[in-house]
C-alpha cells in the first residue's frame, strides 16, 4: 500500500463519520447521503496529491465536502422539499433509553433541518469539532462571521427546541 492510500485509509477512520453526518446536513434522505458520502470521497482521493498543506489536512478534506454538498444541493434543490428526514439509530443498549436518545436526536434533527443553510453549515461543522478558524477555511469566510453564524445558530436552535417542549 502507498503512502497516498494509507493517508486515504486513516482518513476514512478518523472522519468517515464526520463527513457523513456532514452530507447527512446537506440532503435528506439515505440514498441521496450515501451518494454524497461516496462522491466526497471520491473527489478526497482525487484531490490527495495535490494537497500542498496550506491547511491542516482535515481542513482541506471538510473543504472539499463542503464543496461537494455544495454543489450536490445545487443540482437537488428542487427536490429537496419533498425528502424524508431520516433519523440516525441509536446504539446504546436498553430500549427505553434507546427511544429517548432517538427521539431527542430526531427532534434536534429536524430542528436543525430548519434553520437556514448557512447557520446548518456552521453548526454541523461544530458539532464535528472543528475549530472557528477551520469553519471559516471550509466555508470561506470570517472568523466572526463564523461567530455570528453559530451564534444566531444556538439562539434560534435553543428557540425551536424550547416551542416542542
Known sequence: MDAREQIFQQLIEDCGGGIARLAGSYVRNQAEREDLVQEIWLAI???LPGFRGDSSLRTFIYRIAHNRSVTQLTRR?????????ETV??????????????????????AV???????????TLRFEG??????????????????????????RLNAKLSEAV
Open 113 to 123: 433541518s430548519l434553520l437556514p443553510l448557512g447557520m446548518r453549515q456552521v453548526l
Open 77 to 85: 434543490r428542487d427536490s429537496e422539499d419533498s425528502d424524508v428526514l
Open 130 to 155: 472543528l475549530s472557528y478558524s477551520e469553519i471559516s477555511e471550509v466555508l470561506g469566510i470570517s472568523e466572526s462571521n463564523v461567530a455570528v453564524r453559530l451564534n444566531r445558530a444556538r439562539e
Open 45 to 47: 482521493w482525487r484531490a
Open 89 to 110: 439509530a441509536d446504539e446504546r443498549p436498553g430500549p427505553e433509553a434507546q427511544l429517548v436518545h432517538s427521539r431527542d436526536a430526531e427532534r434536534l434533527m429536524h
